[in-house]
């Protein structure tokens, strides 16, 4: 079984691209269970708390990202460089259970999957 890597790297809201790629991550989950997802450039944005994107007349899909446990996605990382860059305290709450690496680890992580999407 092909293992999968769903990279987000897109800011939420701006775009479709962070919801769509939800909701691929959910689809293939019910093909296998390897998959894994990582937050990376403008994309560790996605993982922050208190979002309001109903102020920009926007559907609230960040928490669906609460469910992945139910899906047995529990294979999630987030780039602790992308974060400092951005100015997001690298302990900042995230609002799923995200492993922190730096950029280095984060591409050793990636190299480990068959197939490789990008949101």
Partial sequence: MKKIAFVFTHVPHGSSGGREGLDAVLATSALTEEIGLFFLSDGVFQL???QQPEQILMRNY????????????????VCTDSMFERGINQDAALIINAIRLNQQQ??????????????
Wanted: aromatic share 16%; proline share 3%; glycine share 10%.
């Fill in 106 to 119: 984060m591409h050793e992580h990636l190299s480990g999957y068959d197939v490789v999407l990008t949101f």
């Fill in 48 to 50: 922050l708390p208190g």
């Fill in 62 to 77: 960040i928490a669906t990202f609460g469910v992945l446990a139910l899906y047995d996605i529990e294979q999630c990382f």
